[in-house]
C-alpha cells in the first residue's frame, strides 16, 4: 500500500503566494517521479509540474517563472512554491507519485486526494 497525502493551498490574493507539500509513504521500493496536476471547475486535468529523483525539473508554459518544484528524497516530500498567483491558478491540485513496490515490481502511479487553491482578483 502507498500513500499520498497532500497539505497547504488555501485561499489568497491575486499576486500572492502559496505553498503545497506532498509526501509519499507506505510499501515503497523505489520513488522515482513525482508531480502536481490541476483541475479547474469544467476543465480537463492538466499538468502543472514534474520532478524526477534527480531533481530534473519540467513546468507547465502557464506555471514557468512562477512556480517551483523540489523534493527531499530522504522524506519521500515534495513542495511546489506558488508565487505571483493569478486567478486562472485557482484549481484542484492533485499530487501524483510513480511508485515502484517491489524490486522486481512494475512502476505504478498513485494520486493524493487533491488540495483546493484558490485565487482572488
Known amino acids: 500500500q502507498v500513500q499520498v497525502v497532500e497539505s497547504g493551498g488555501g485561499l489568497v490574493q491575486a499576486g500572492g503566494s502559496l505553498g503545497l507539500s506532498c509526501t509519499a509513504s507506505?510499501?515503497?521500493?523505489?520513488?522515482?517521479?513525482m508531480g502536481w496536476y490541476r483541475q479547474a471547475p469544467g476543465k480537463q486535468r492538466e499538468r502543472v509540474a514534474q520532478?524526477?529523483?534527480?531533481?530534473?525539473?519540467n513546468y507547465a508554459d502557464s506555471v514557468k517563472g512562477r512556480f517551483t518544484i523540489s523534493r527531499d528524497n530522504a522524506k519521500n516530500t515534495m513542495h511546489l512554491q506558488m508565487n505571483s498567483l493569478k486567478p486562472e491558478d485557482t484549481a484542484d491540485y492533485y499530487c501524483?507519485?510513480?511508485?515502484?513496490?517491489?524490486?522486481?515490481?512494475?512502476?505504478?502511479?498513485?494520486w493524493g486526494q487533491g488540495t483546493q487553491v484558490t485565487v482572488s482578483s
Open positions: 520532478i524526477t529523483s534527480g531533481g530534473s525539473t
Open positions: 507506505g510499501s515503497i521500493a523505489e520513488l522515482k517521479a
Open positions: 501524483n507519485a510513480d511508485v515502484r513496490i517491489g524490486v522486481s515490481d512494475s512502476v505504478n502511479r498513485y
